[in-house]
């Protein structure tokens, strides 16, 4: 296998924790070459906007909101207080958390994209039924003749857990019959919830990648099934992509400021790499070259970082290199990246991230203890991409490389908290036991 470092790949081989800067990073990138542009993530923000009214109606927890699908920013100084002493480093700067965990709806940041997929369907066969204008308000959606319409065709998906949560509760509101194909990972309480709404759960021995295959597979046969290809979608990337626009009013409103002095880093746990690479695409086309993406993985799992480091994107998987995409982070098992994903967003991705699972029990522990925000396990990945990068000779070298060494003490670091909001007060109590950090 040609790698483009030895040492990393290595690394990788092993199951050694460690930062890779990636070489194809280019912070001034010429976001004009990819294929989806400013206007494409304006689009997606105007549709979720139309559907706003009928989120509203229909889901409690939007209300507040008005619709609006959005979670807040944390300011972590508690947490970061104890972090630098589980991690036995000093990190210069501020500390962010960006709240997905608690996204209406789903729980999870799989409610950007997942959702999102769902209604770009949704609106087309509404709209080409006659039954909806462009310019109505979306709240009829909610009545009983569109649901008839949607009742005629079907969605599928297949998911470790989370992109099932989402896809499988905005599906079954609509009224469409929704079948959520689930890789061995996926933990009991997210199959029973969706069963629970009346969706199809099909169970698997195995992990997200022949989960996928089945699944599309099933949704082919079918003309009437939509598959929400999570190795191949550009609307569940740009679902993601939103949040940049949000991000950035939040951050004026707040006075963080993202410039030139002030560079800003965020850490993205990834699995498949839609949701990541969606939030990296849209934070590089708003902050430019002053905001700086690093991406987390399970050492079992890093099948972005290998896809990258080899060159190979999606078609080397973590097993070729003997590695068994186990992890209890099952948000991010996921042994095989998206290959539409893992090529769009090379130029984006300052660098990569790998932990061992045991990590992110003492870091759930912690975030719980100092500032009562209770996460699920994938979520905290993002912790570790902070204090990798920072104690590691390679993330030093990469800060040096692009030129913000002596930049740091102006530093953002935001920790994308990726899900929580729906795991059981019993889980999460024996998530919080598992920890060895006292
Ligand atoms: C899905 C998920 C991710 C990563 O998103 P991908 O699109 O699979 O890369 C991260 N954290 C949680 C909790 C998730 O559910």
Known sequence: MKVKNQKAFEGLKNETPQFWGNLSYDKEFDMNKLELDYKDVLDASERL???APFFEKVFDD?????GIIESKIFSLDKAKVEIEKYEKIKIPGKISLKGDHSLPISGSIKARGGIYEVLCLAEKIALDSGMLRLDDNYEKLSEEKFKNIF????????STGNLGLSIGIISAVLGFKVTVHMSSDAKEWKKDMLRSKGVTVKEYDSDFS??????RKEAEVDPNCHFVDDENSKELFLGYSVSALRLK???EDSGIKVDKNNPLFVY?????????????FGLKLLFGENVHPIFVEPAQSASMFLGILTGMHSEVSVQDIGLNNRTIADGLAVGRSSRYVSKMIEPLVAG????????????LKILYDTENISLEPSALAGFKGISTLLSSEEGNNMLERIEVKDLMKNATHLIWATGGKMVPKEVMKEDYLKASYK
């Open 49 to 51: 906007n139309r559907f």
């Open 268 to 280: 993205l746990p990834c699995g498949v790499g839609g949701g990541p690479g969606g939030v990296a």
């Open 151 to 158: 009742s005629k065709y079907s969605v599928a998906v297949a």
């Open 62 to 66: 939007t209300k507040e909101s008005k």
């Open 210 to 215: 022949y989960a996928i295959s089945m699944g």
């Open 249 to 251: 009013k939040q951050f």
């Open 352 to 363: 990569f991230v790998t932990f061992k699972d045991h990590e992110l029990y003492n870091l």
